[in-house]
């Protein structure tokens, strides 16, 4: 069976519960070939059993799943799915080379040992045990682990954890790397600016709900917030009371401004402070972003 060319993953009008507990409360979400889709939100968002329902280890209660066109858990279908989750435990005394080639014998055409183990950054690491290696070697073999299969989807599961910060842009590159060949991804993680940089869109759940999807910069630019940065002898509760101004907070002699209309602001302050320096405008973070849908979300 290939892979349907669209979508590589749907949940069309999806209800689940635990108990009482509603995990999902109708959830439309899909995944086109070849996108990275990040799914953020507060833990108990539903995140969690989004990613269970695709993996075929959750039936919906109500609503349809598909993964590749087809019912996720059926095992021909899971063969068309990479696993990297948060949690997962694999063979302390095996090698990192007899892991990755034990989950090879899966497939009817897995990638090259040598190819994989490239493409996670662990060709000097293939005859060492699984239990002499740190966190983030773990991880690495895990994410072997999930794309030795060639898979068309690949979820991602908080991917970066305990790597440092040149491992982590590393790893961003096999990302975009497998992305450029065409595999979608689905990606959890609490590094905002991993979303940011790597997401194509972004899915942000709370209680159970999709409340926005859209590119990382739309998301952006739909809360309209800018922040102003300068060096001024203008008074806090002068500048508070600006037409669109949301906070501001100074630290010295920087002046830190929250605003809705950066044009008007910076205007207001270049008129009434000739001494104005250290001008700064910082389009708002994806972090507080989300901050501010899931606020108007609750």
Not at 65 to 94: F, I, N, S, Y
Not at 190 to 210: C, K, T
Request: hydrophobic share 45%; net charge neutral.
């Amino acid at each position: 069976m290939q892979p349907a060319p669209f979508p590589r993953a749907e949940l069309s009008g999806v209800h689940h519960r635990y108990g009482a507990v509603t995990a999902l409360d109708g959830i439309d979400l899909v995944l086109a070939p070849g996108e990275v889709l990040a799914l953020l939100g507060p833990n108990g968002a539903g995140k969690s059993t989004v990613l269970g329902l695709l993996a075929g280890r959750l039936r919906p209660q109500r609503g349809l799943v598909r993964l590749c066109g087809a019912d996720p858990r059926d095992p021909a279908t899971r063969r068309h799915l990479g696993v990297m989750l948060q949690e997962a435990r694999l063979p302390e005394v095996l090698t990192v080379a007899e892991i990755v080639e034990g989950f090879a014998a899966a497939y009817a055409a897995p990638r090259p040992l040598d190819e994989v183990l490239a493409l996670a950054g662990l060709e000097d690491l293939a005859h060492r045990r699984y239990a002499a290696l740190s966190g983030g070697q773990q991880r690495r073999v895990q994410f072997a682990v999930a794309i030795v299969g060639r898979p068309a989807v690949v979820f991602v599961d908080e991917p970066t954890t305990g790597l440092d910060a040149d491992a982590r842009r590393q790893f961003w590159g096999v990302l975009r790397q497998l992305r450029a060949q065409g595999v979608s991804m689905v990606l959890t993680t609490h590094y905002l600016e991993e979303a940011d940089a790597l997401a194509d869109r972004i899915a942000v759940m709370r209680g159970g709900r999709v409340i926005a999807v859209d590119s990382p910069m739309a998301l952006k630019a739909r809360q309209g917030r800018t922040r102003v940065r300068c060096r001024t002898a203008l008074a806090e509760p002068d500048v508070a009371g600006w037409d669109g101004v949301l906070g501001v907070v100074r630290e010295g002699d920087l002046l830190t401004i929250d605003c809705r209309n950066a044009e008007s602001v910076i205007r207001s302050l270049l008129e009434r402070d000739p001494t104005l320096s250290g001008l700064e405008v910082v389009p708002q973070a994806l972090e507080d972003a989300v901050i501010e849908l899931v606020r108007e979300a609750a």
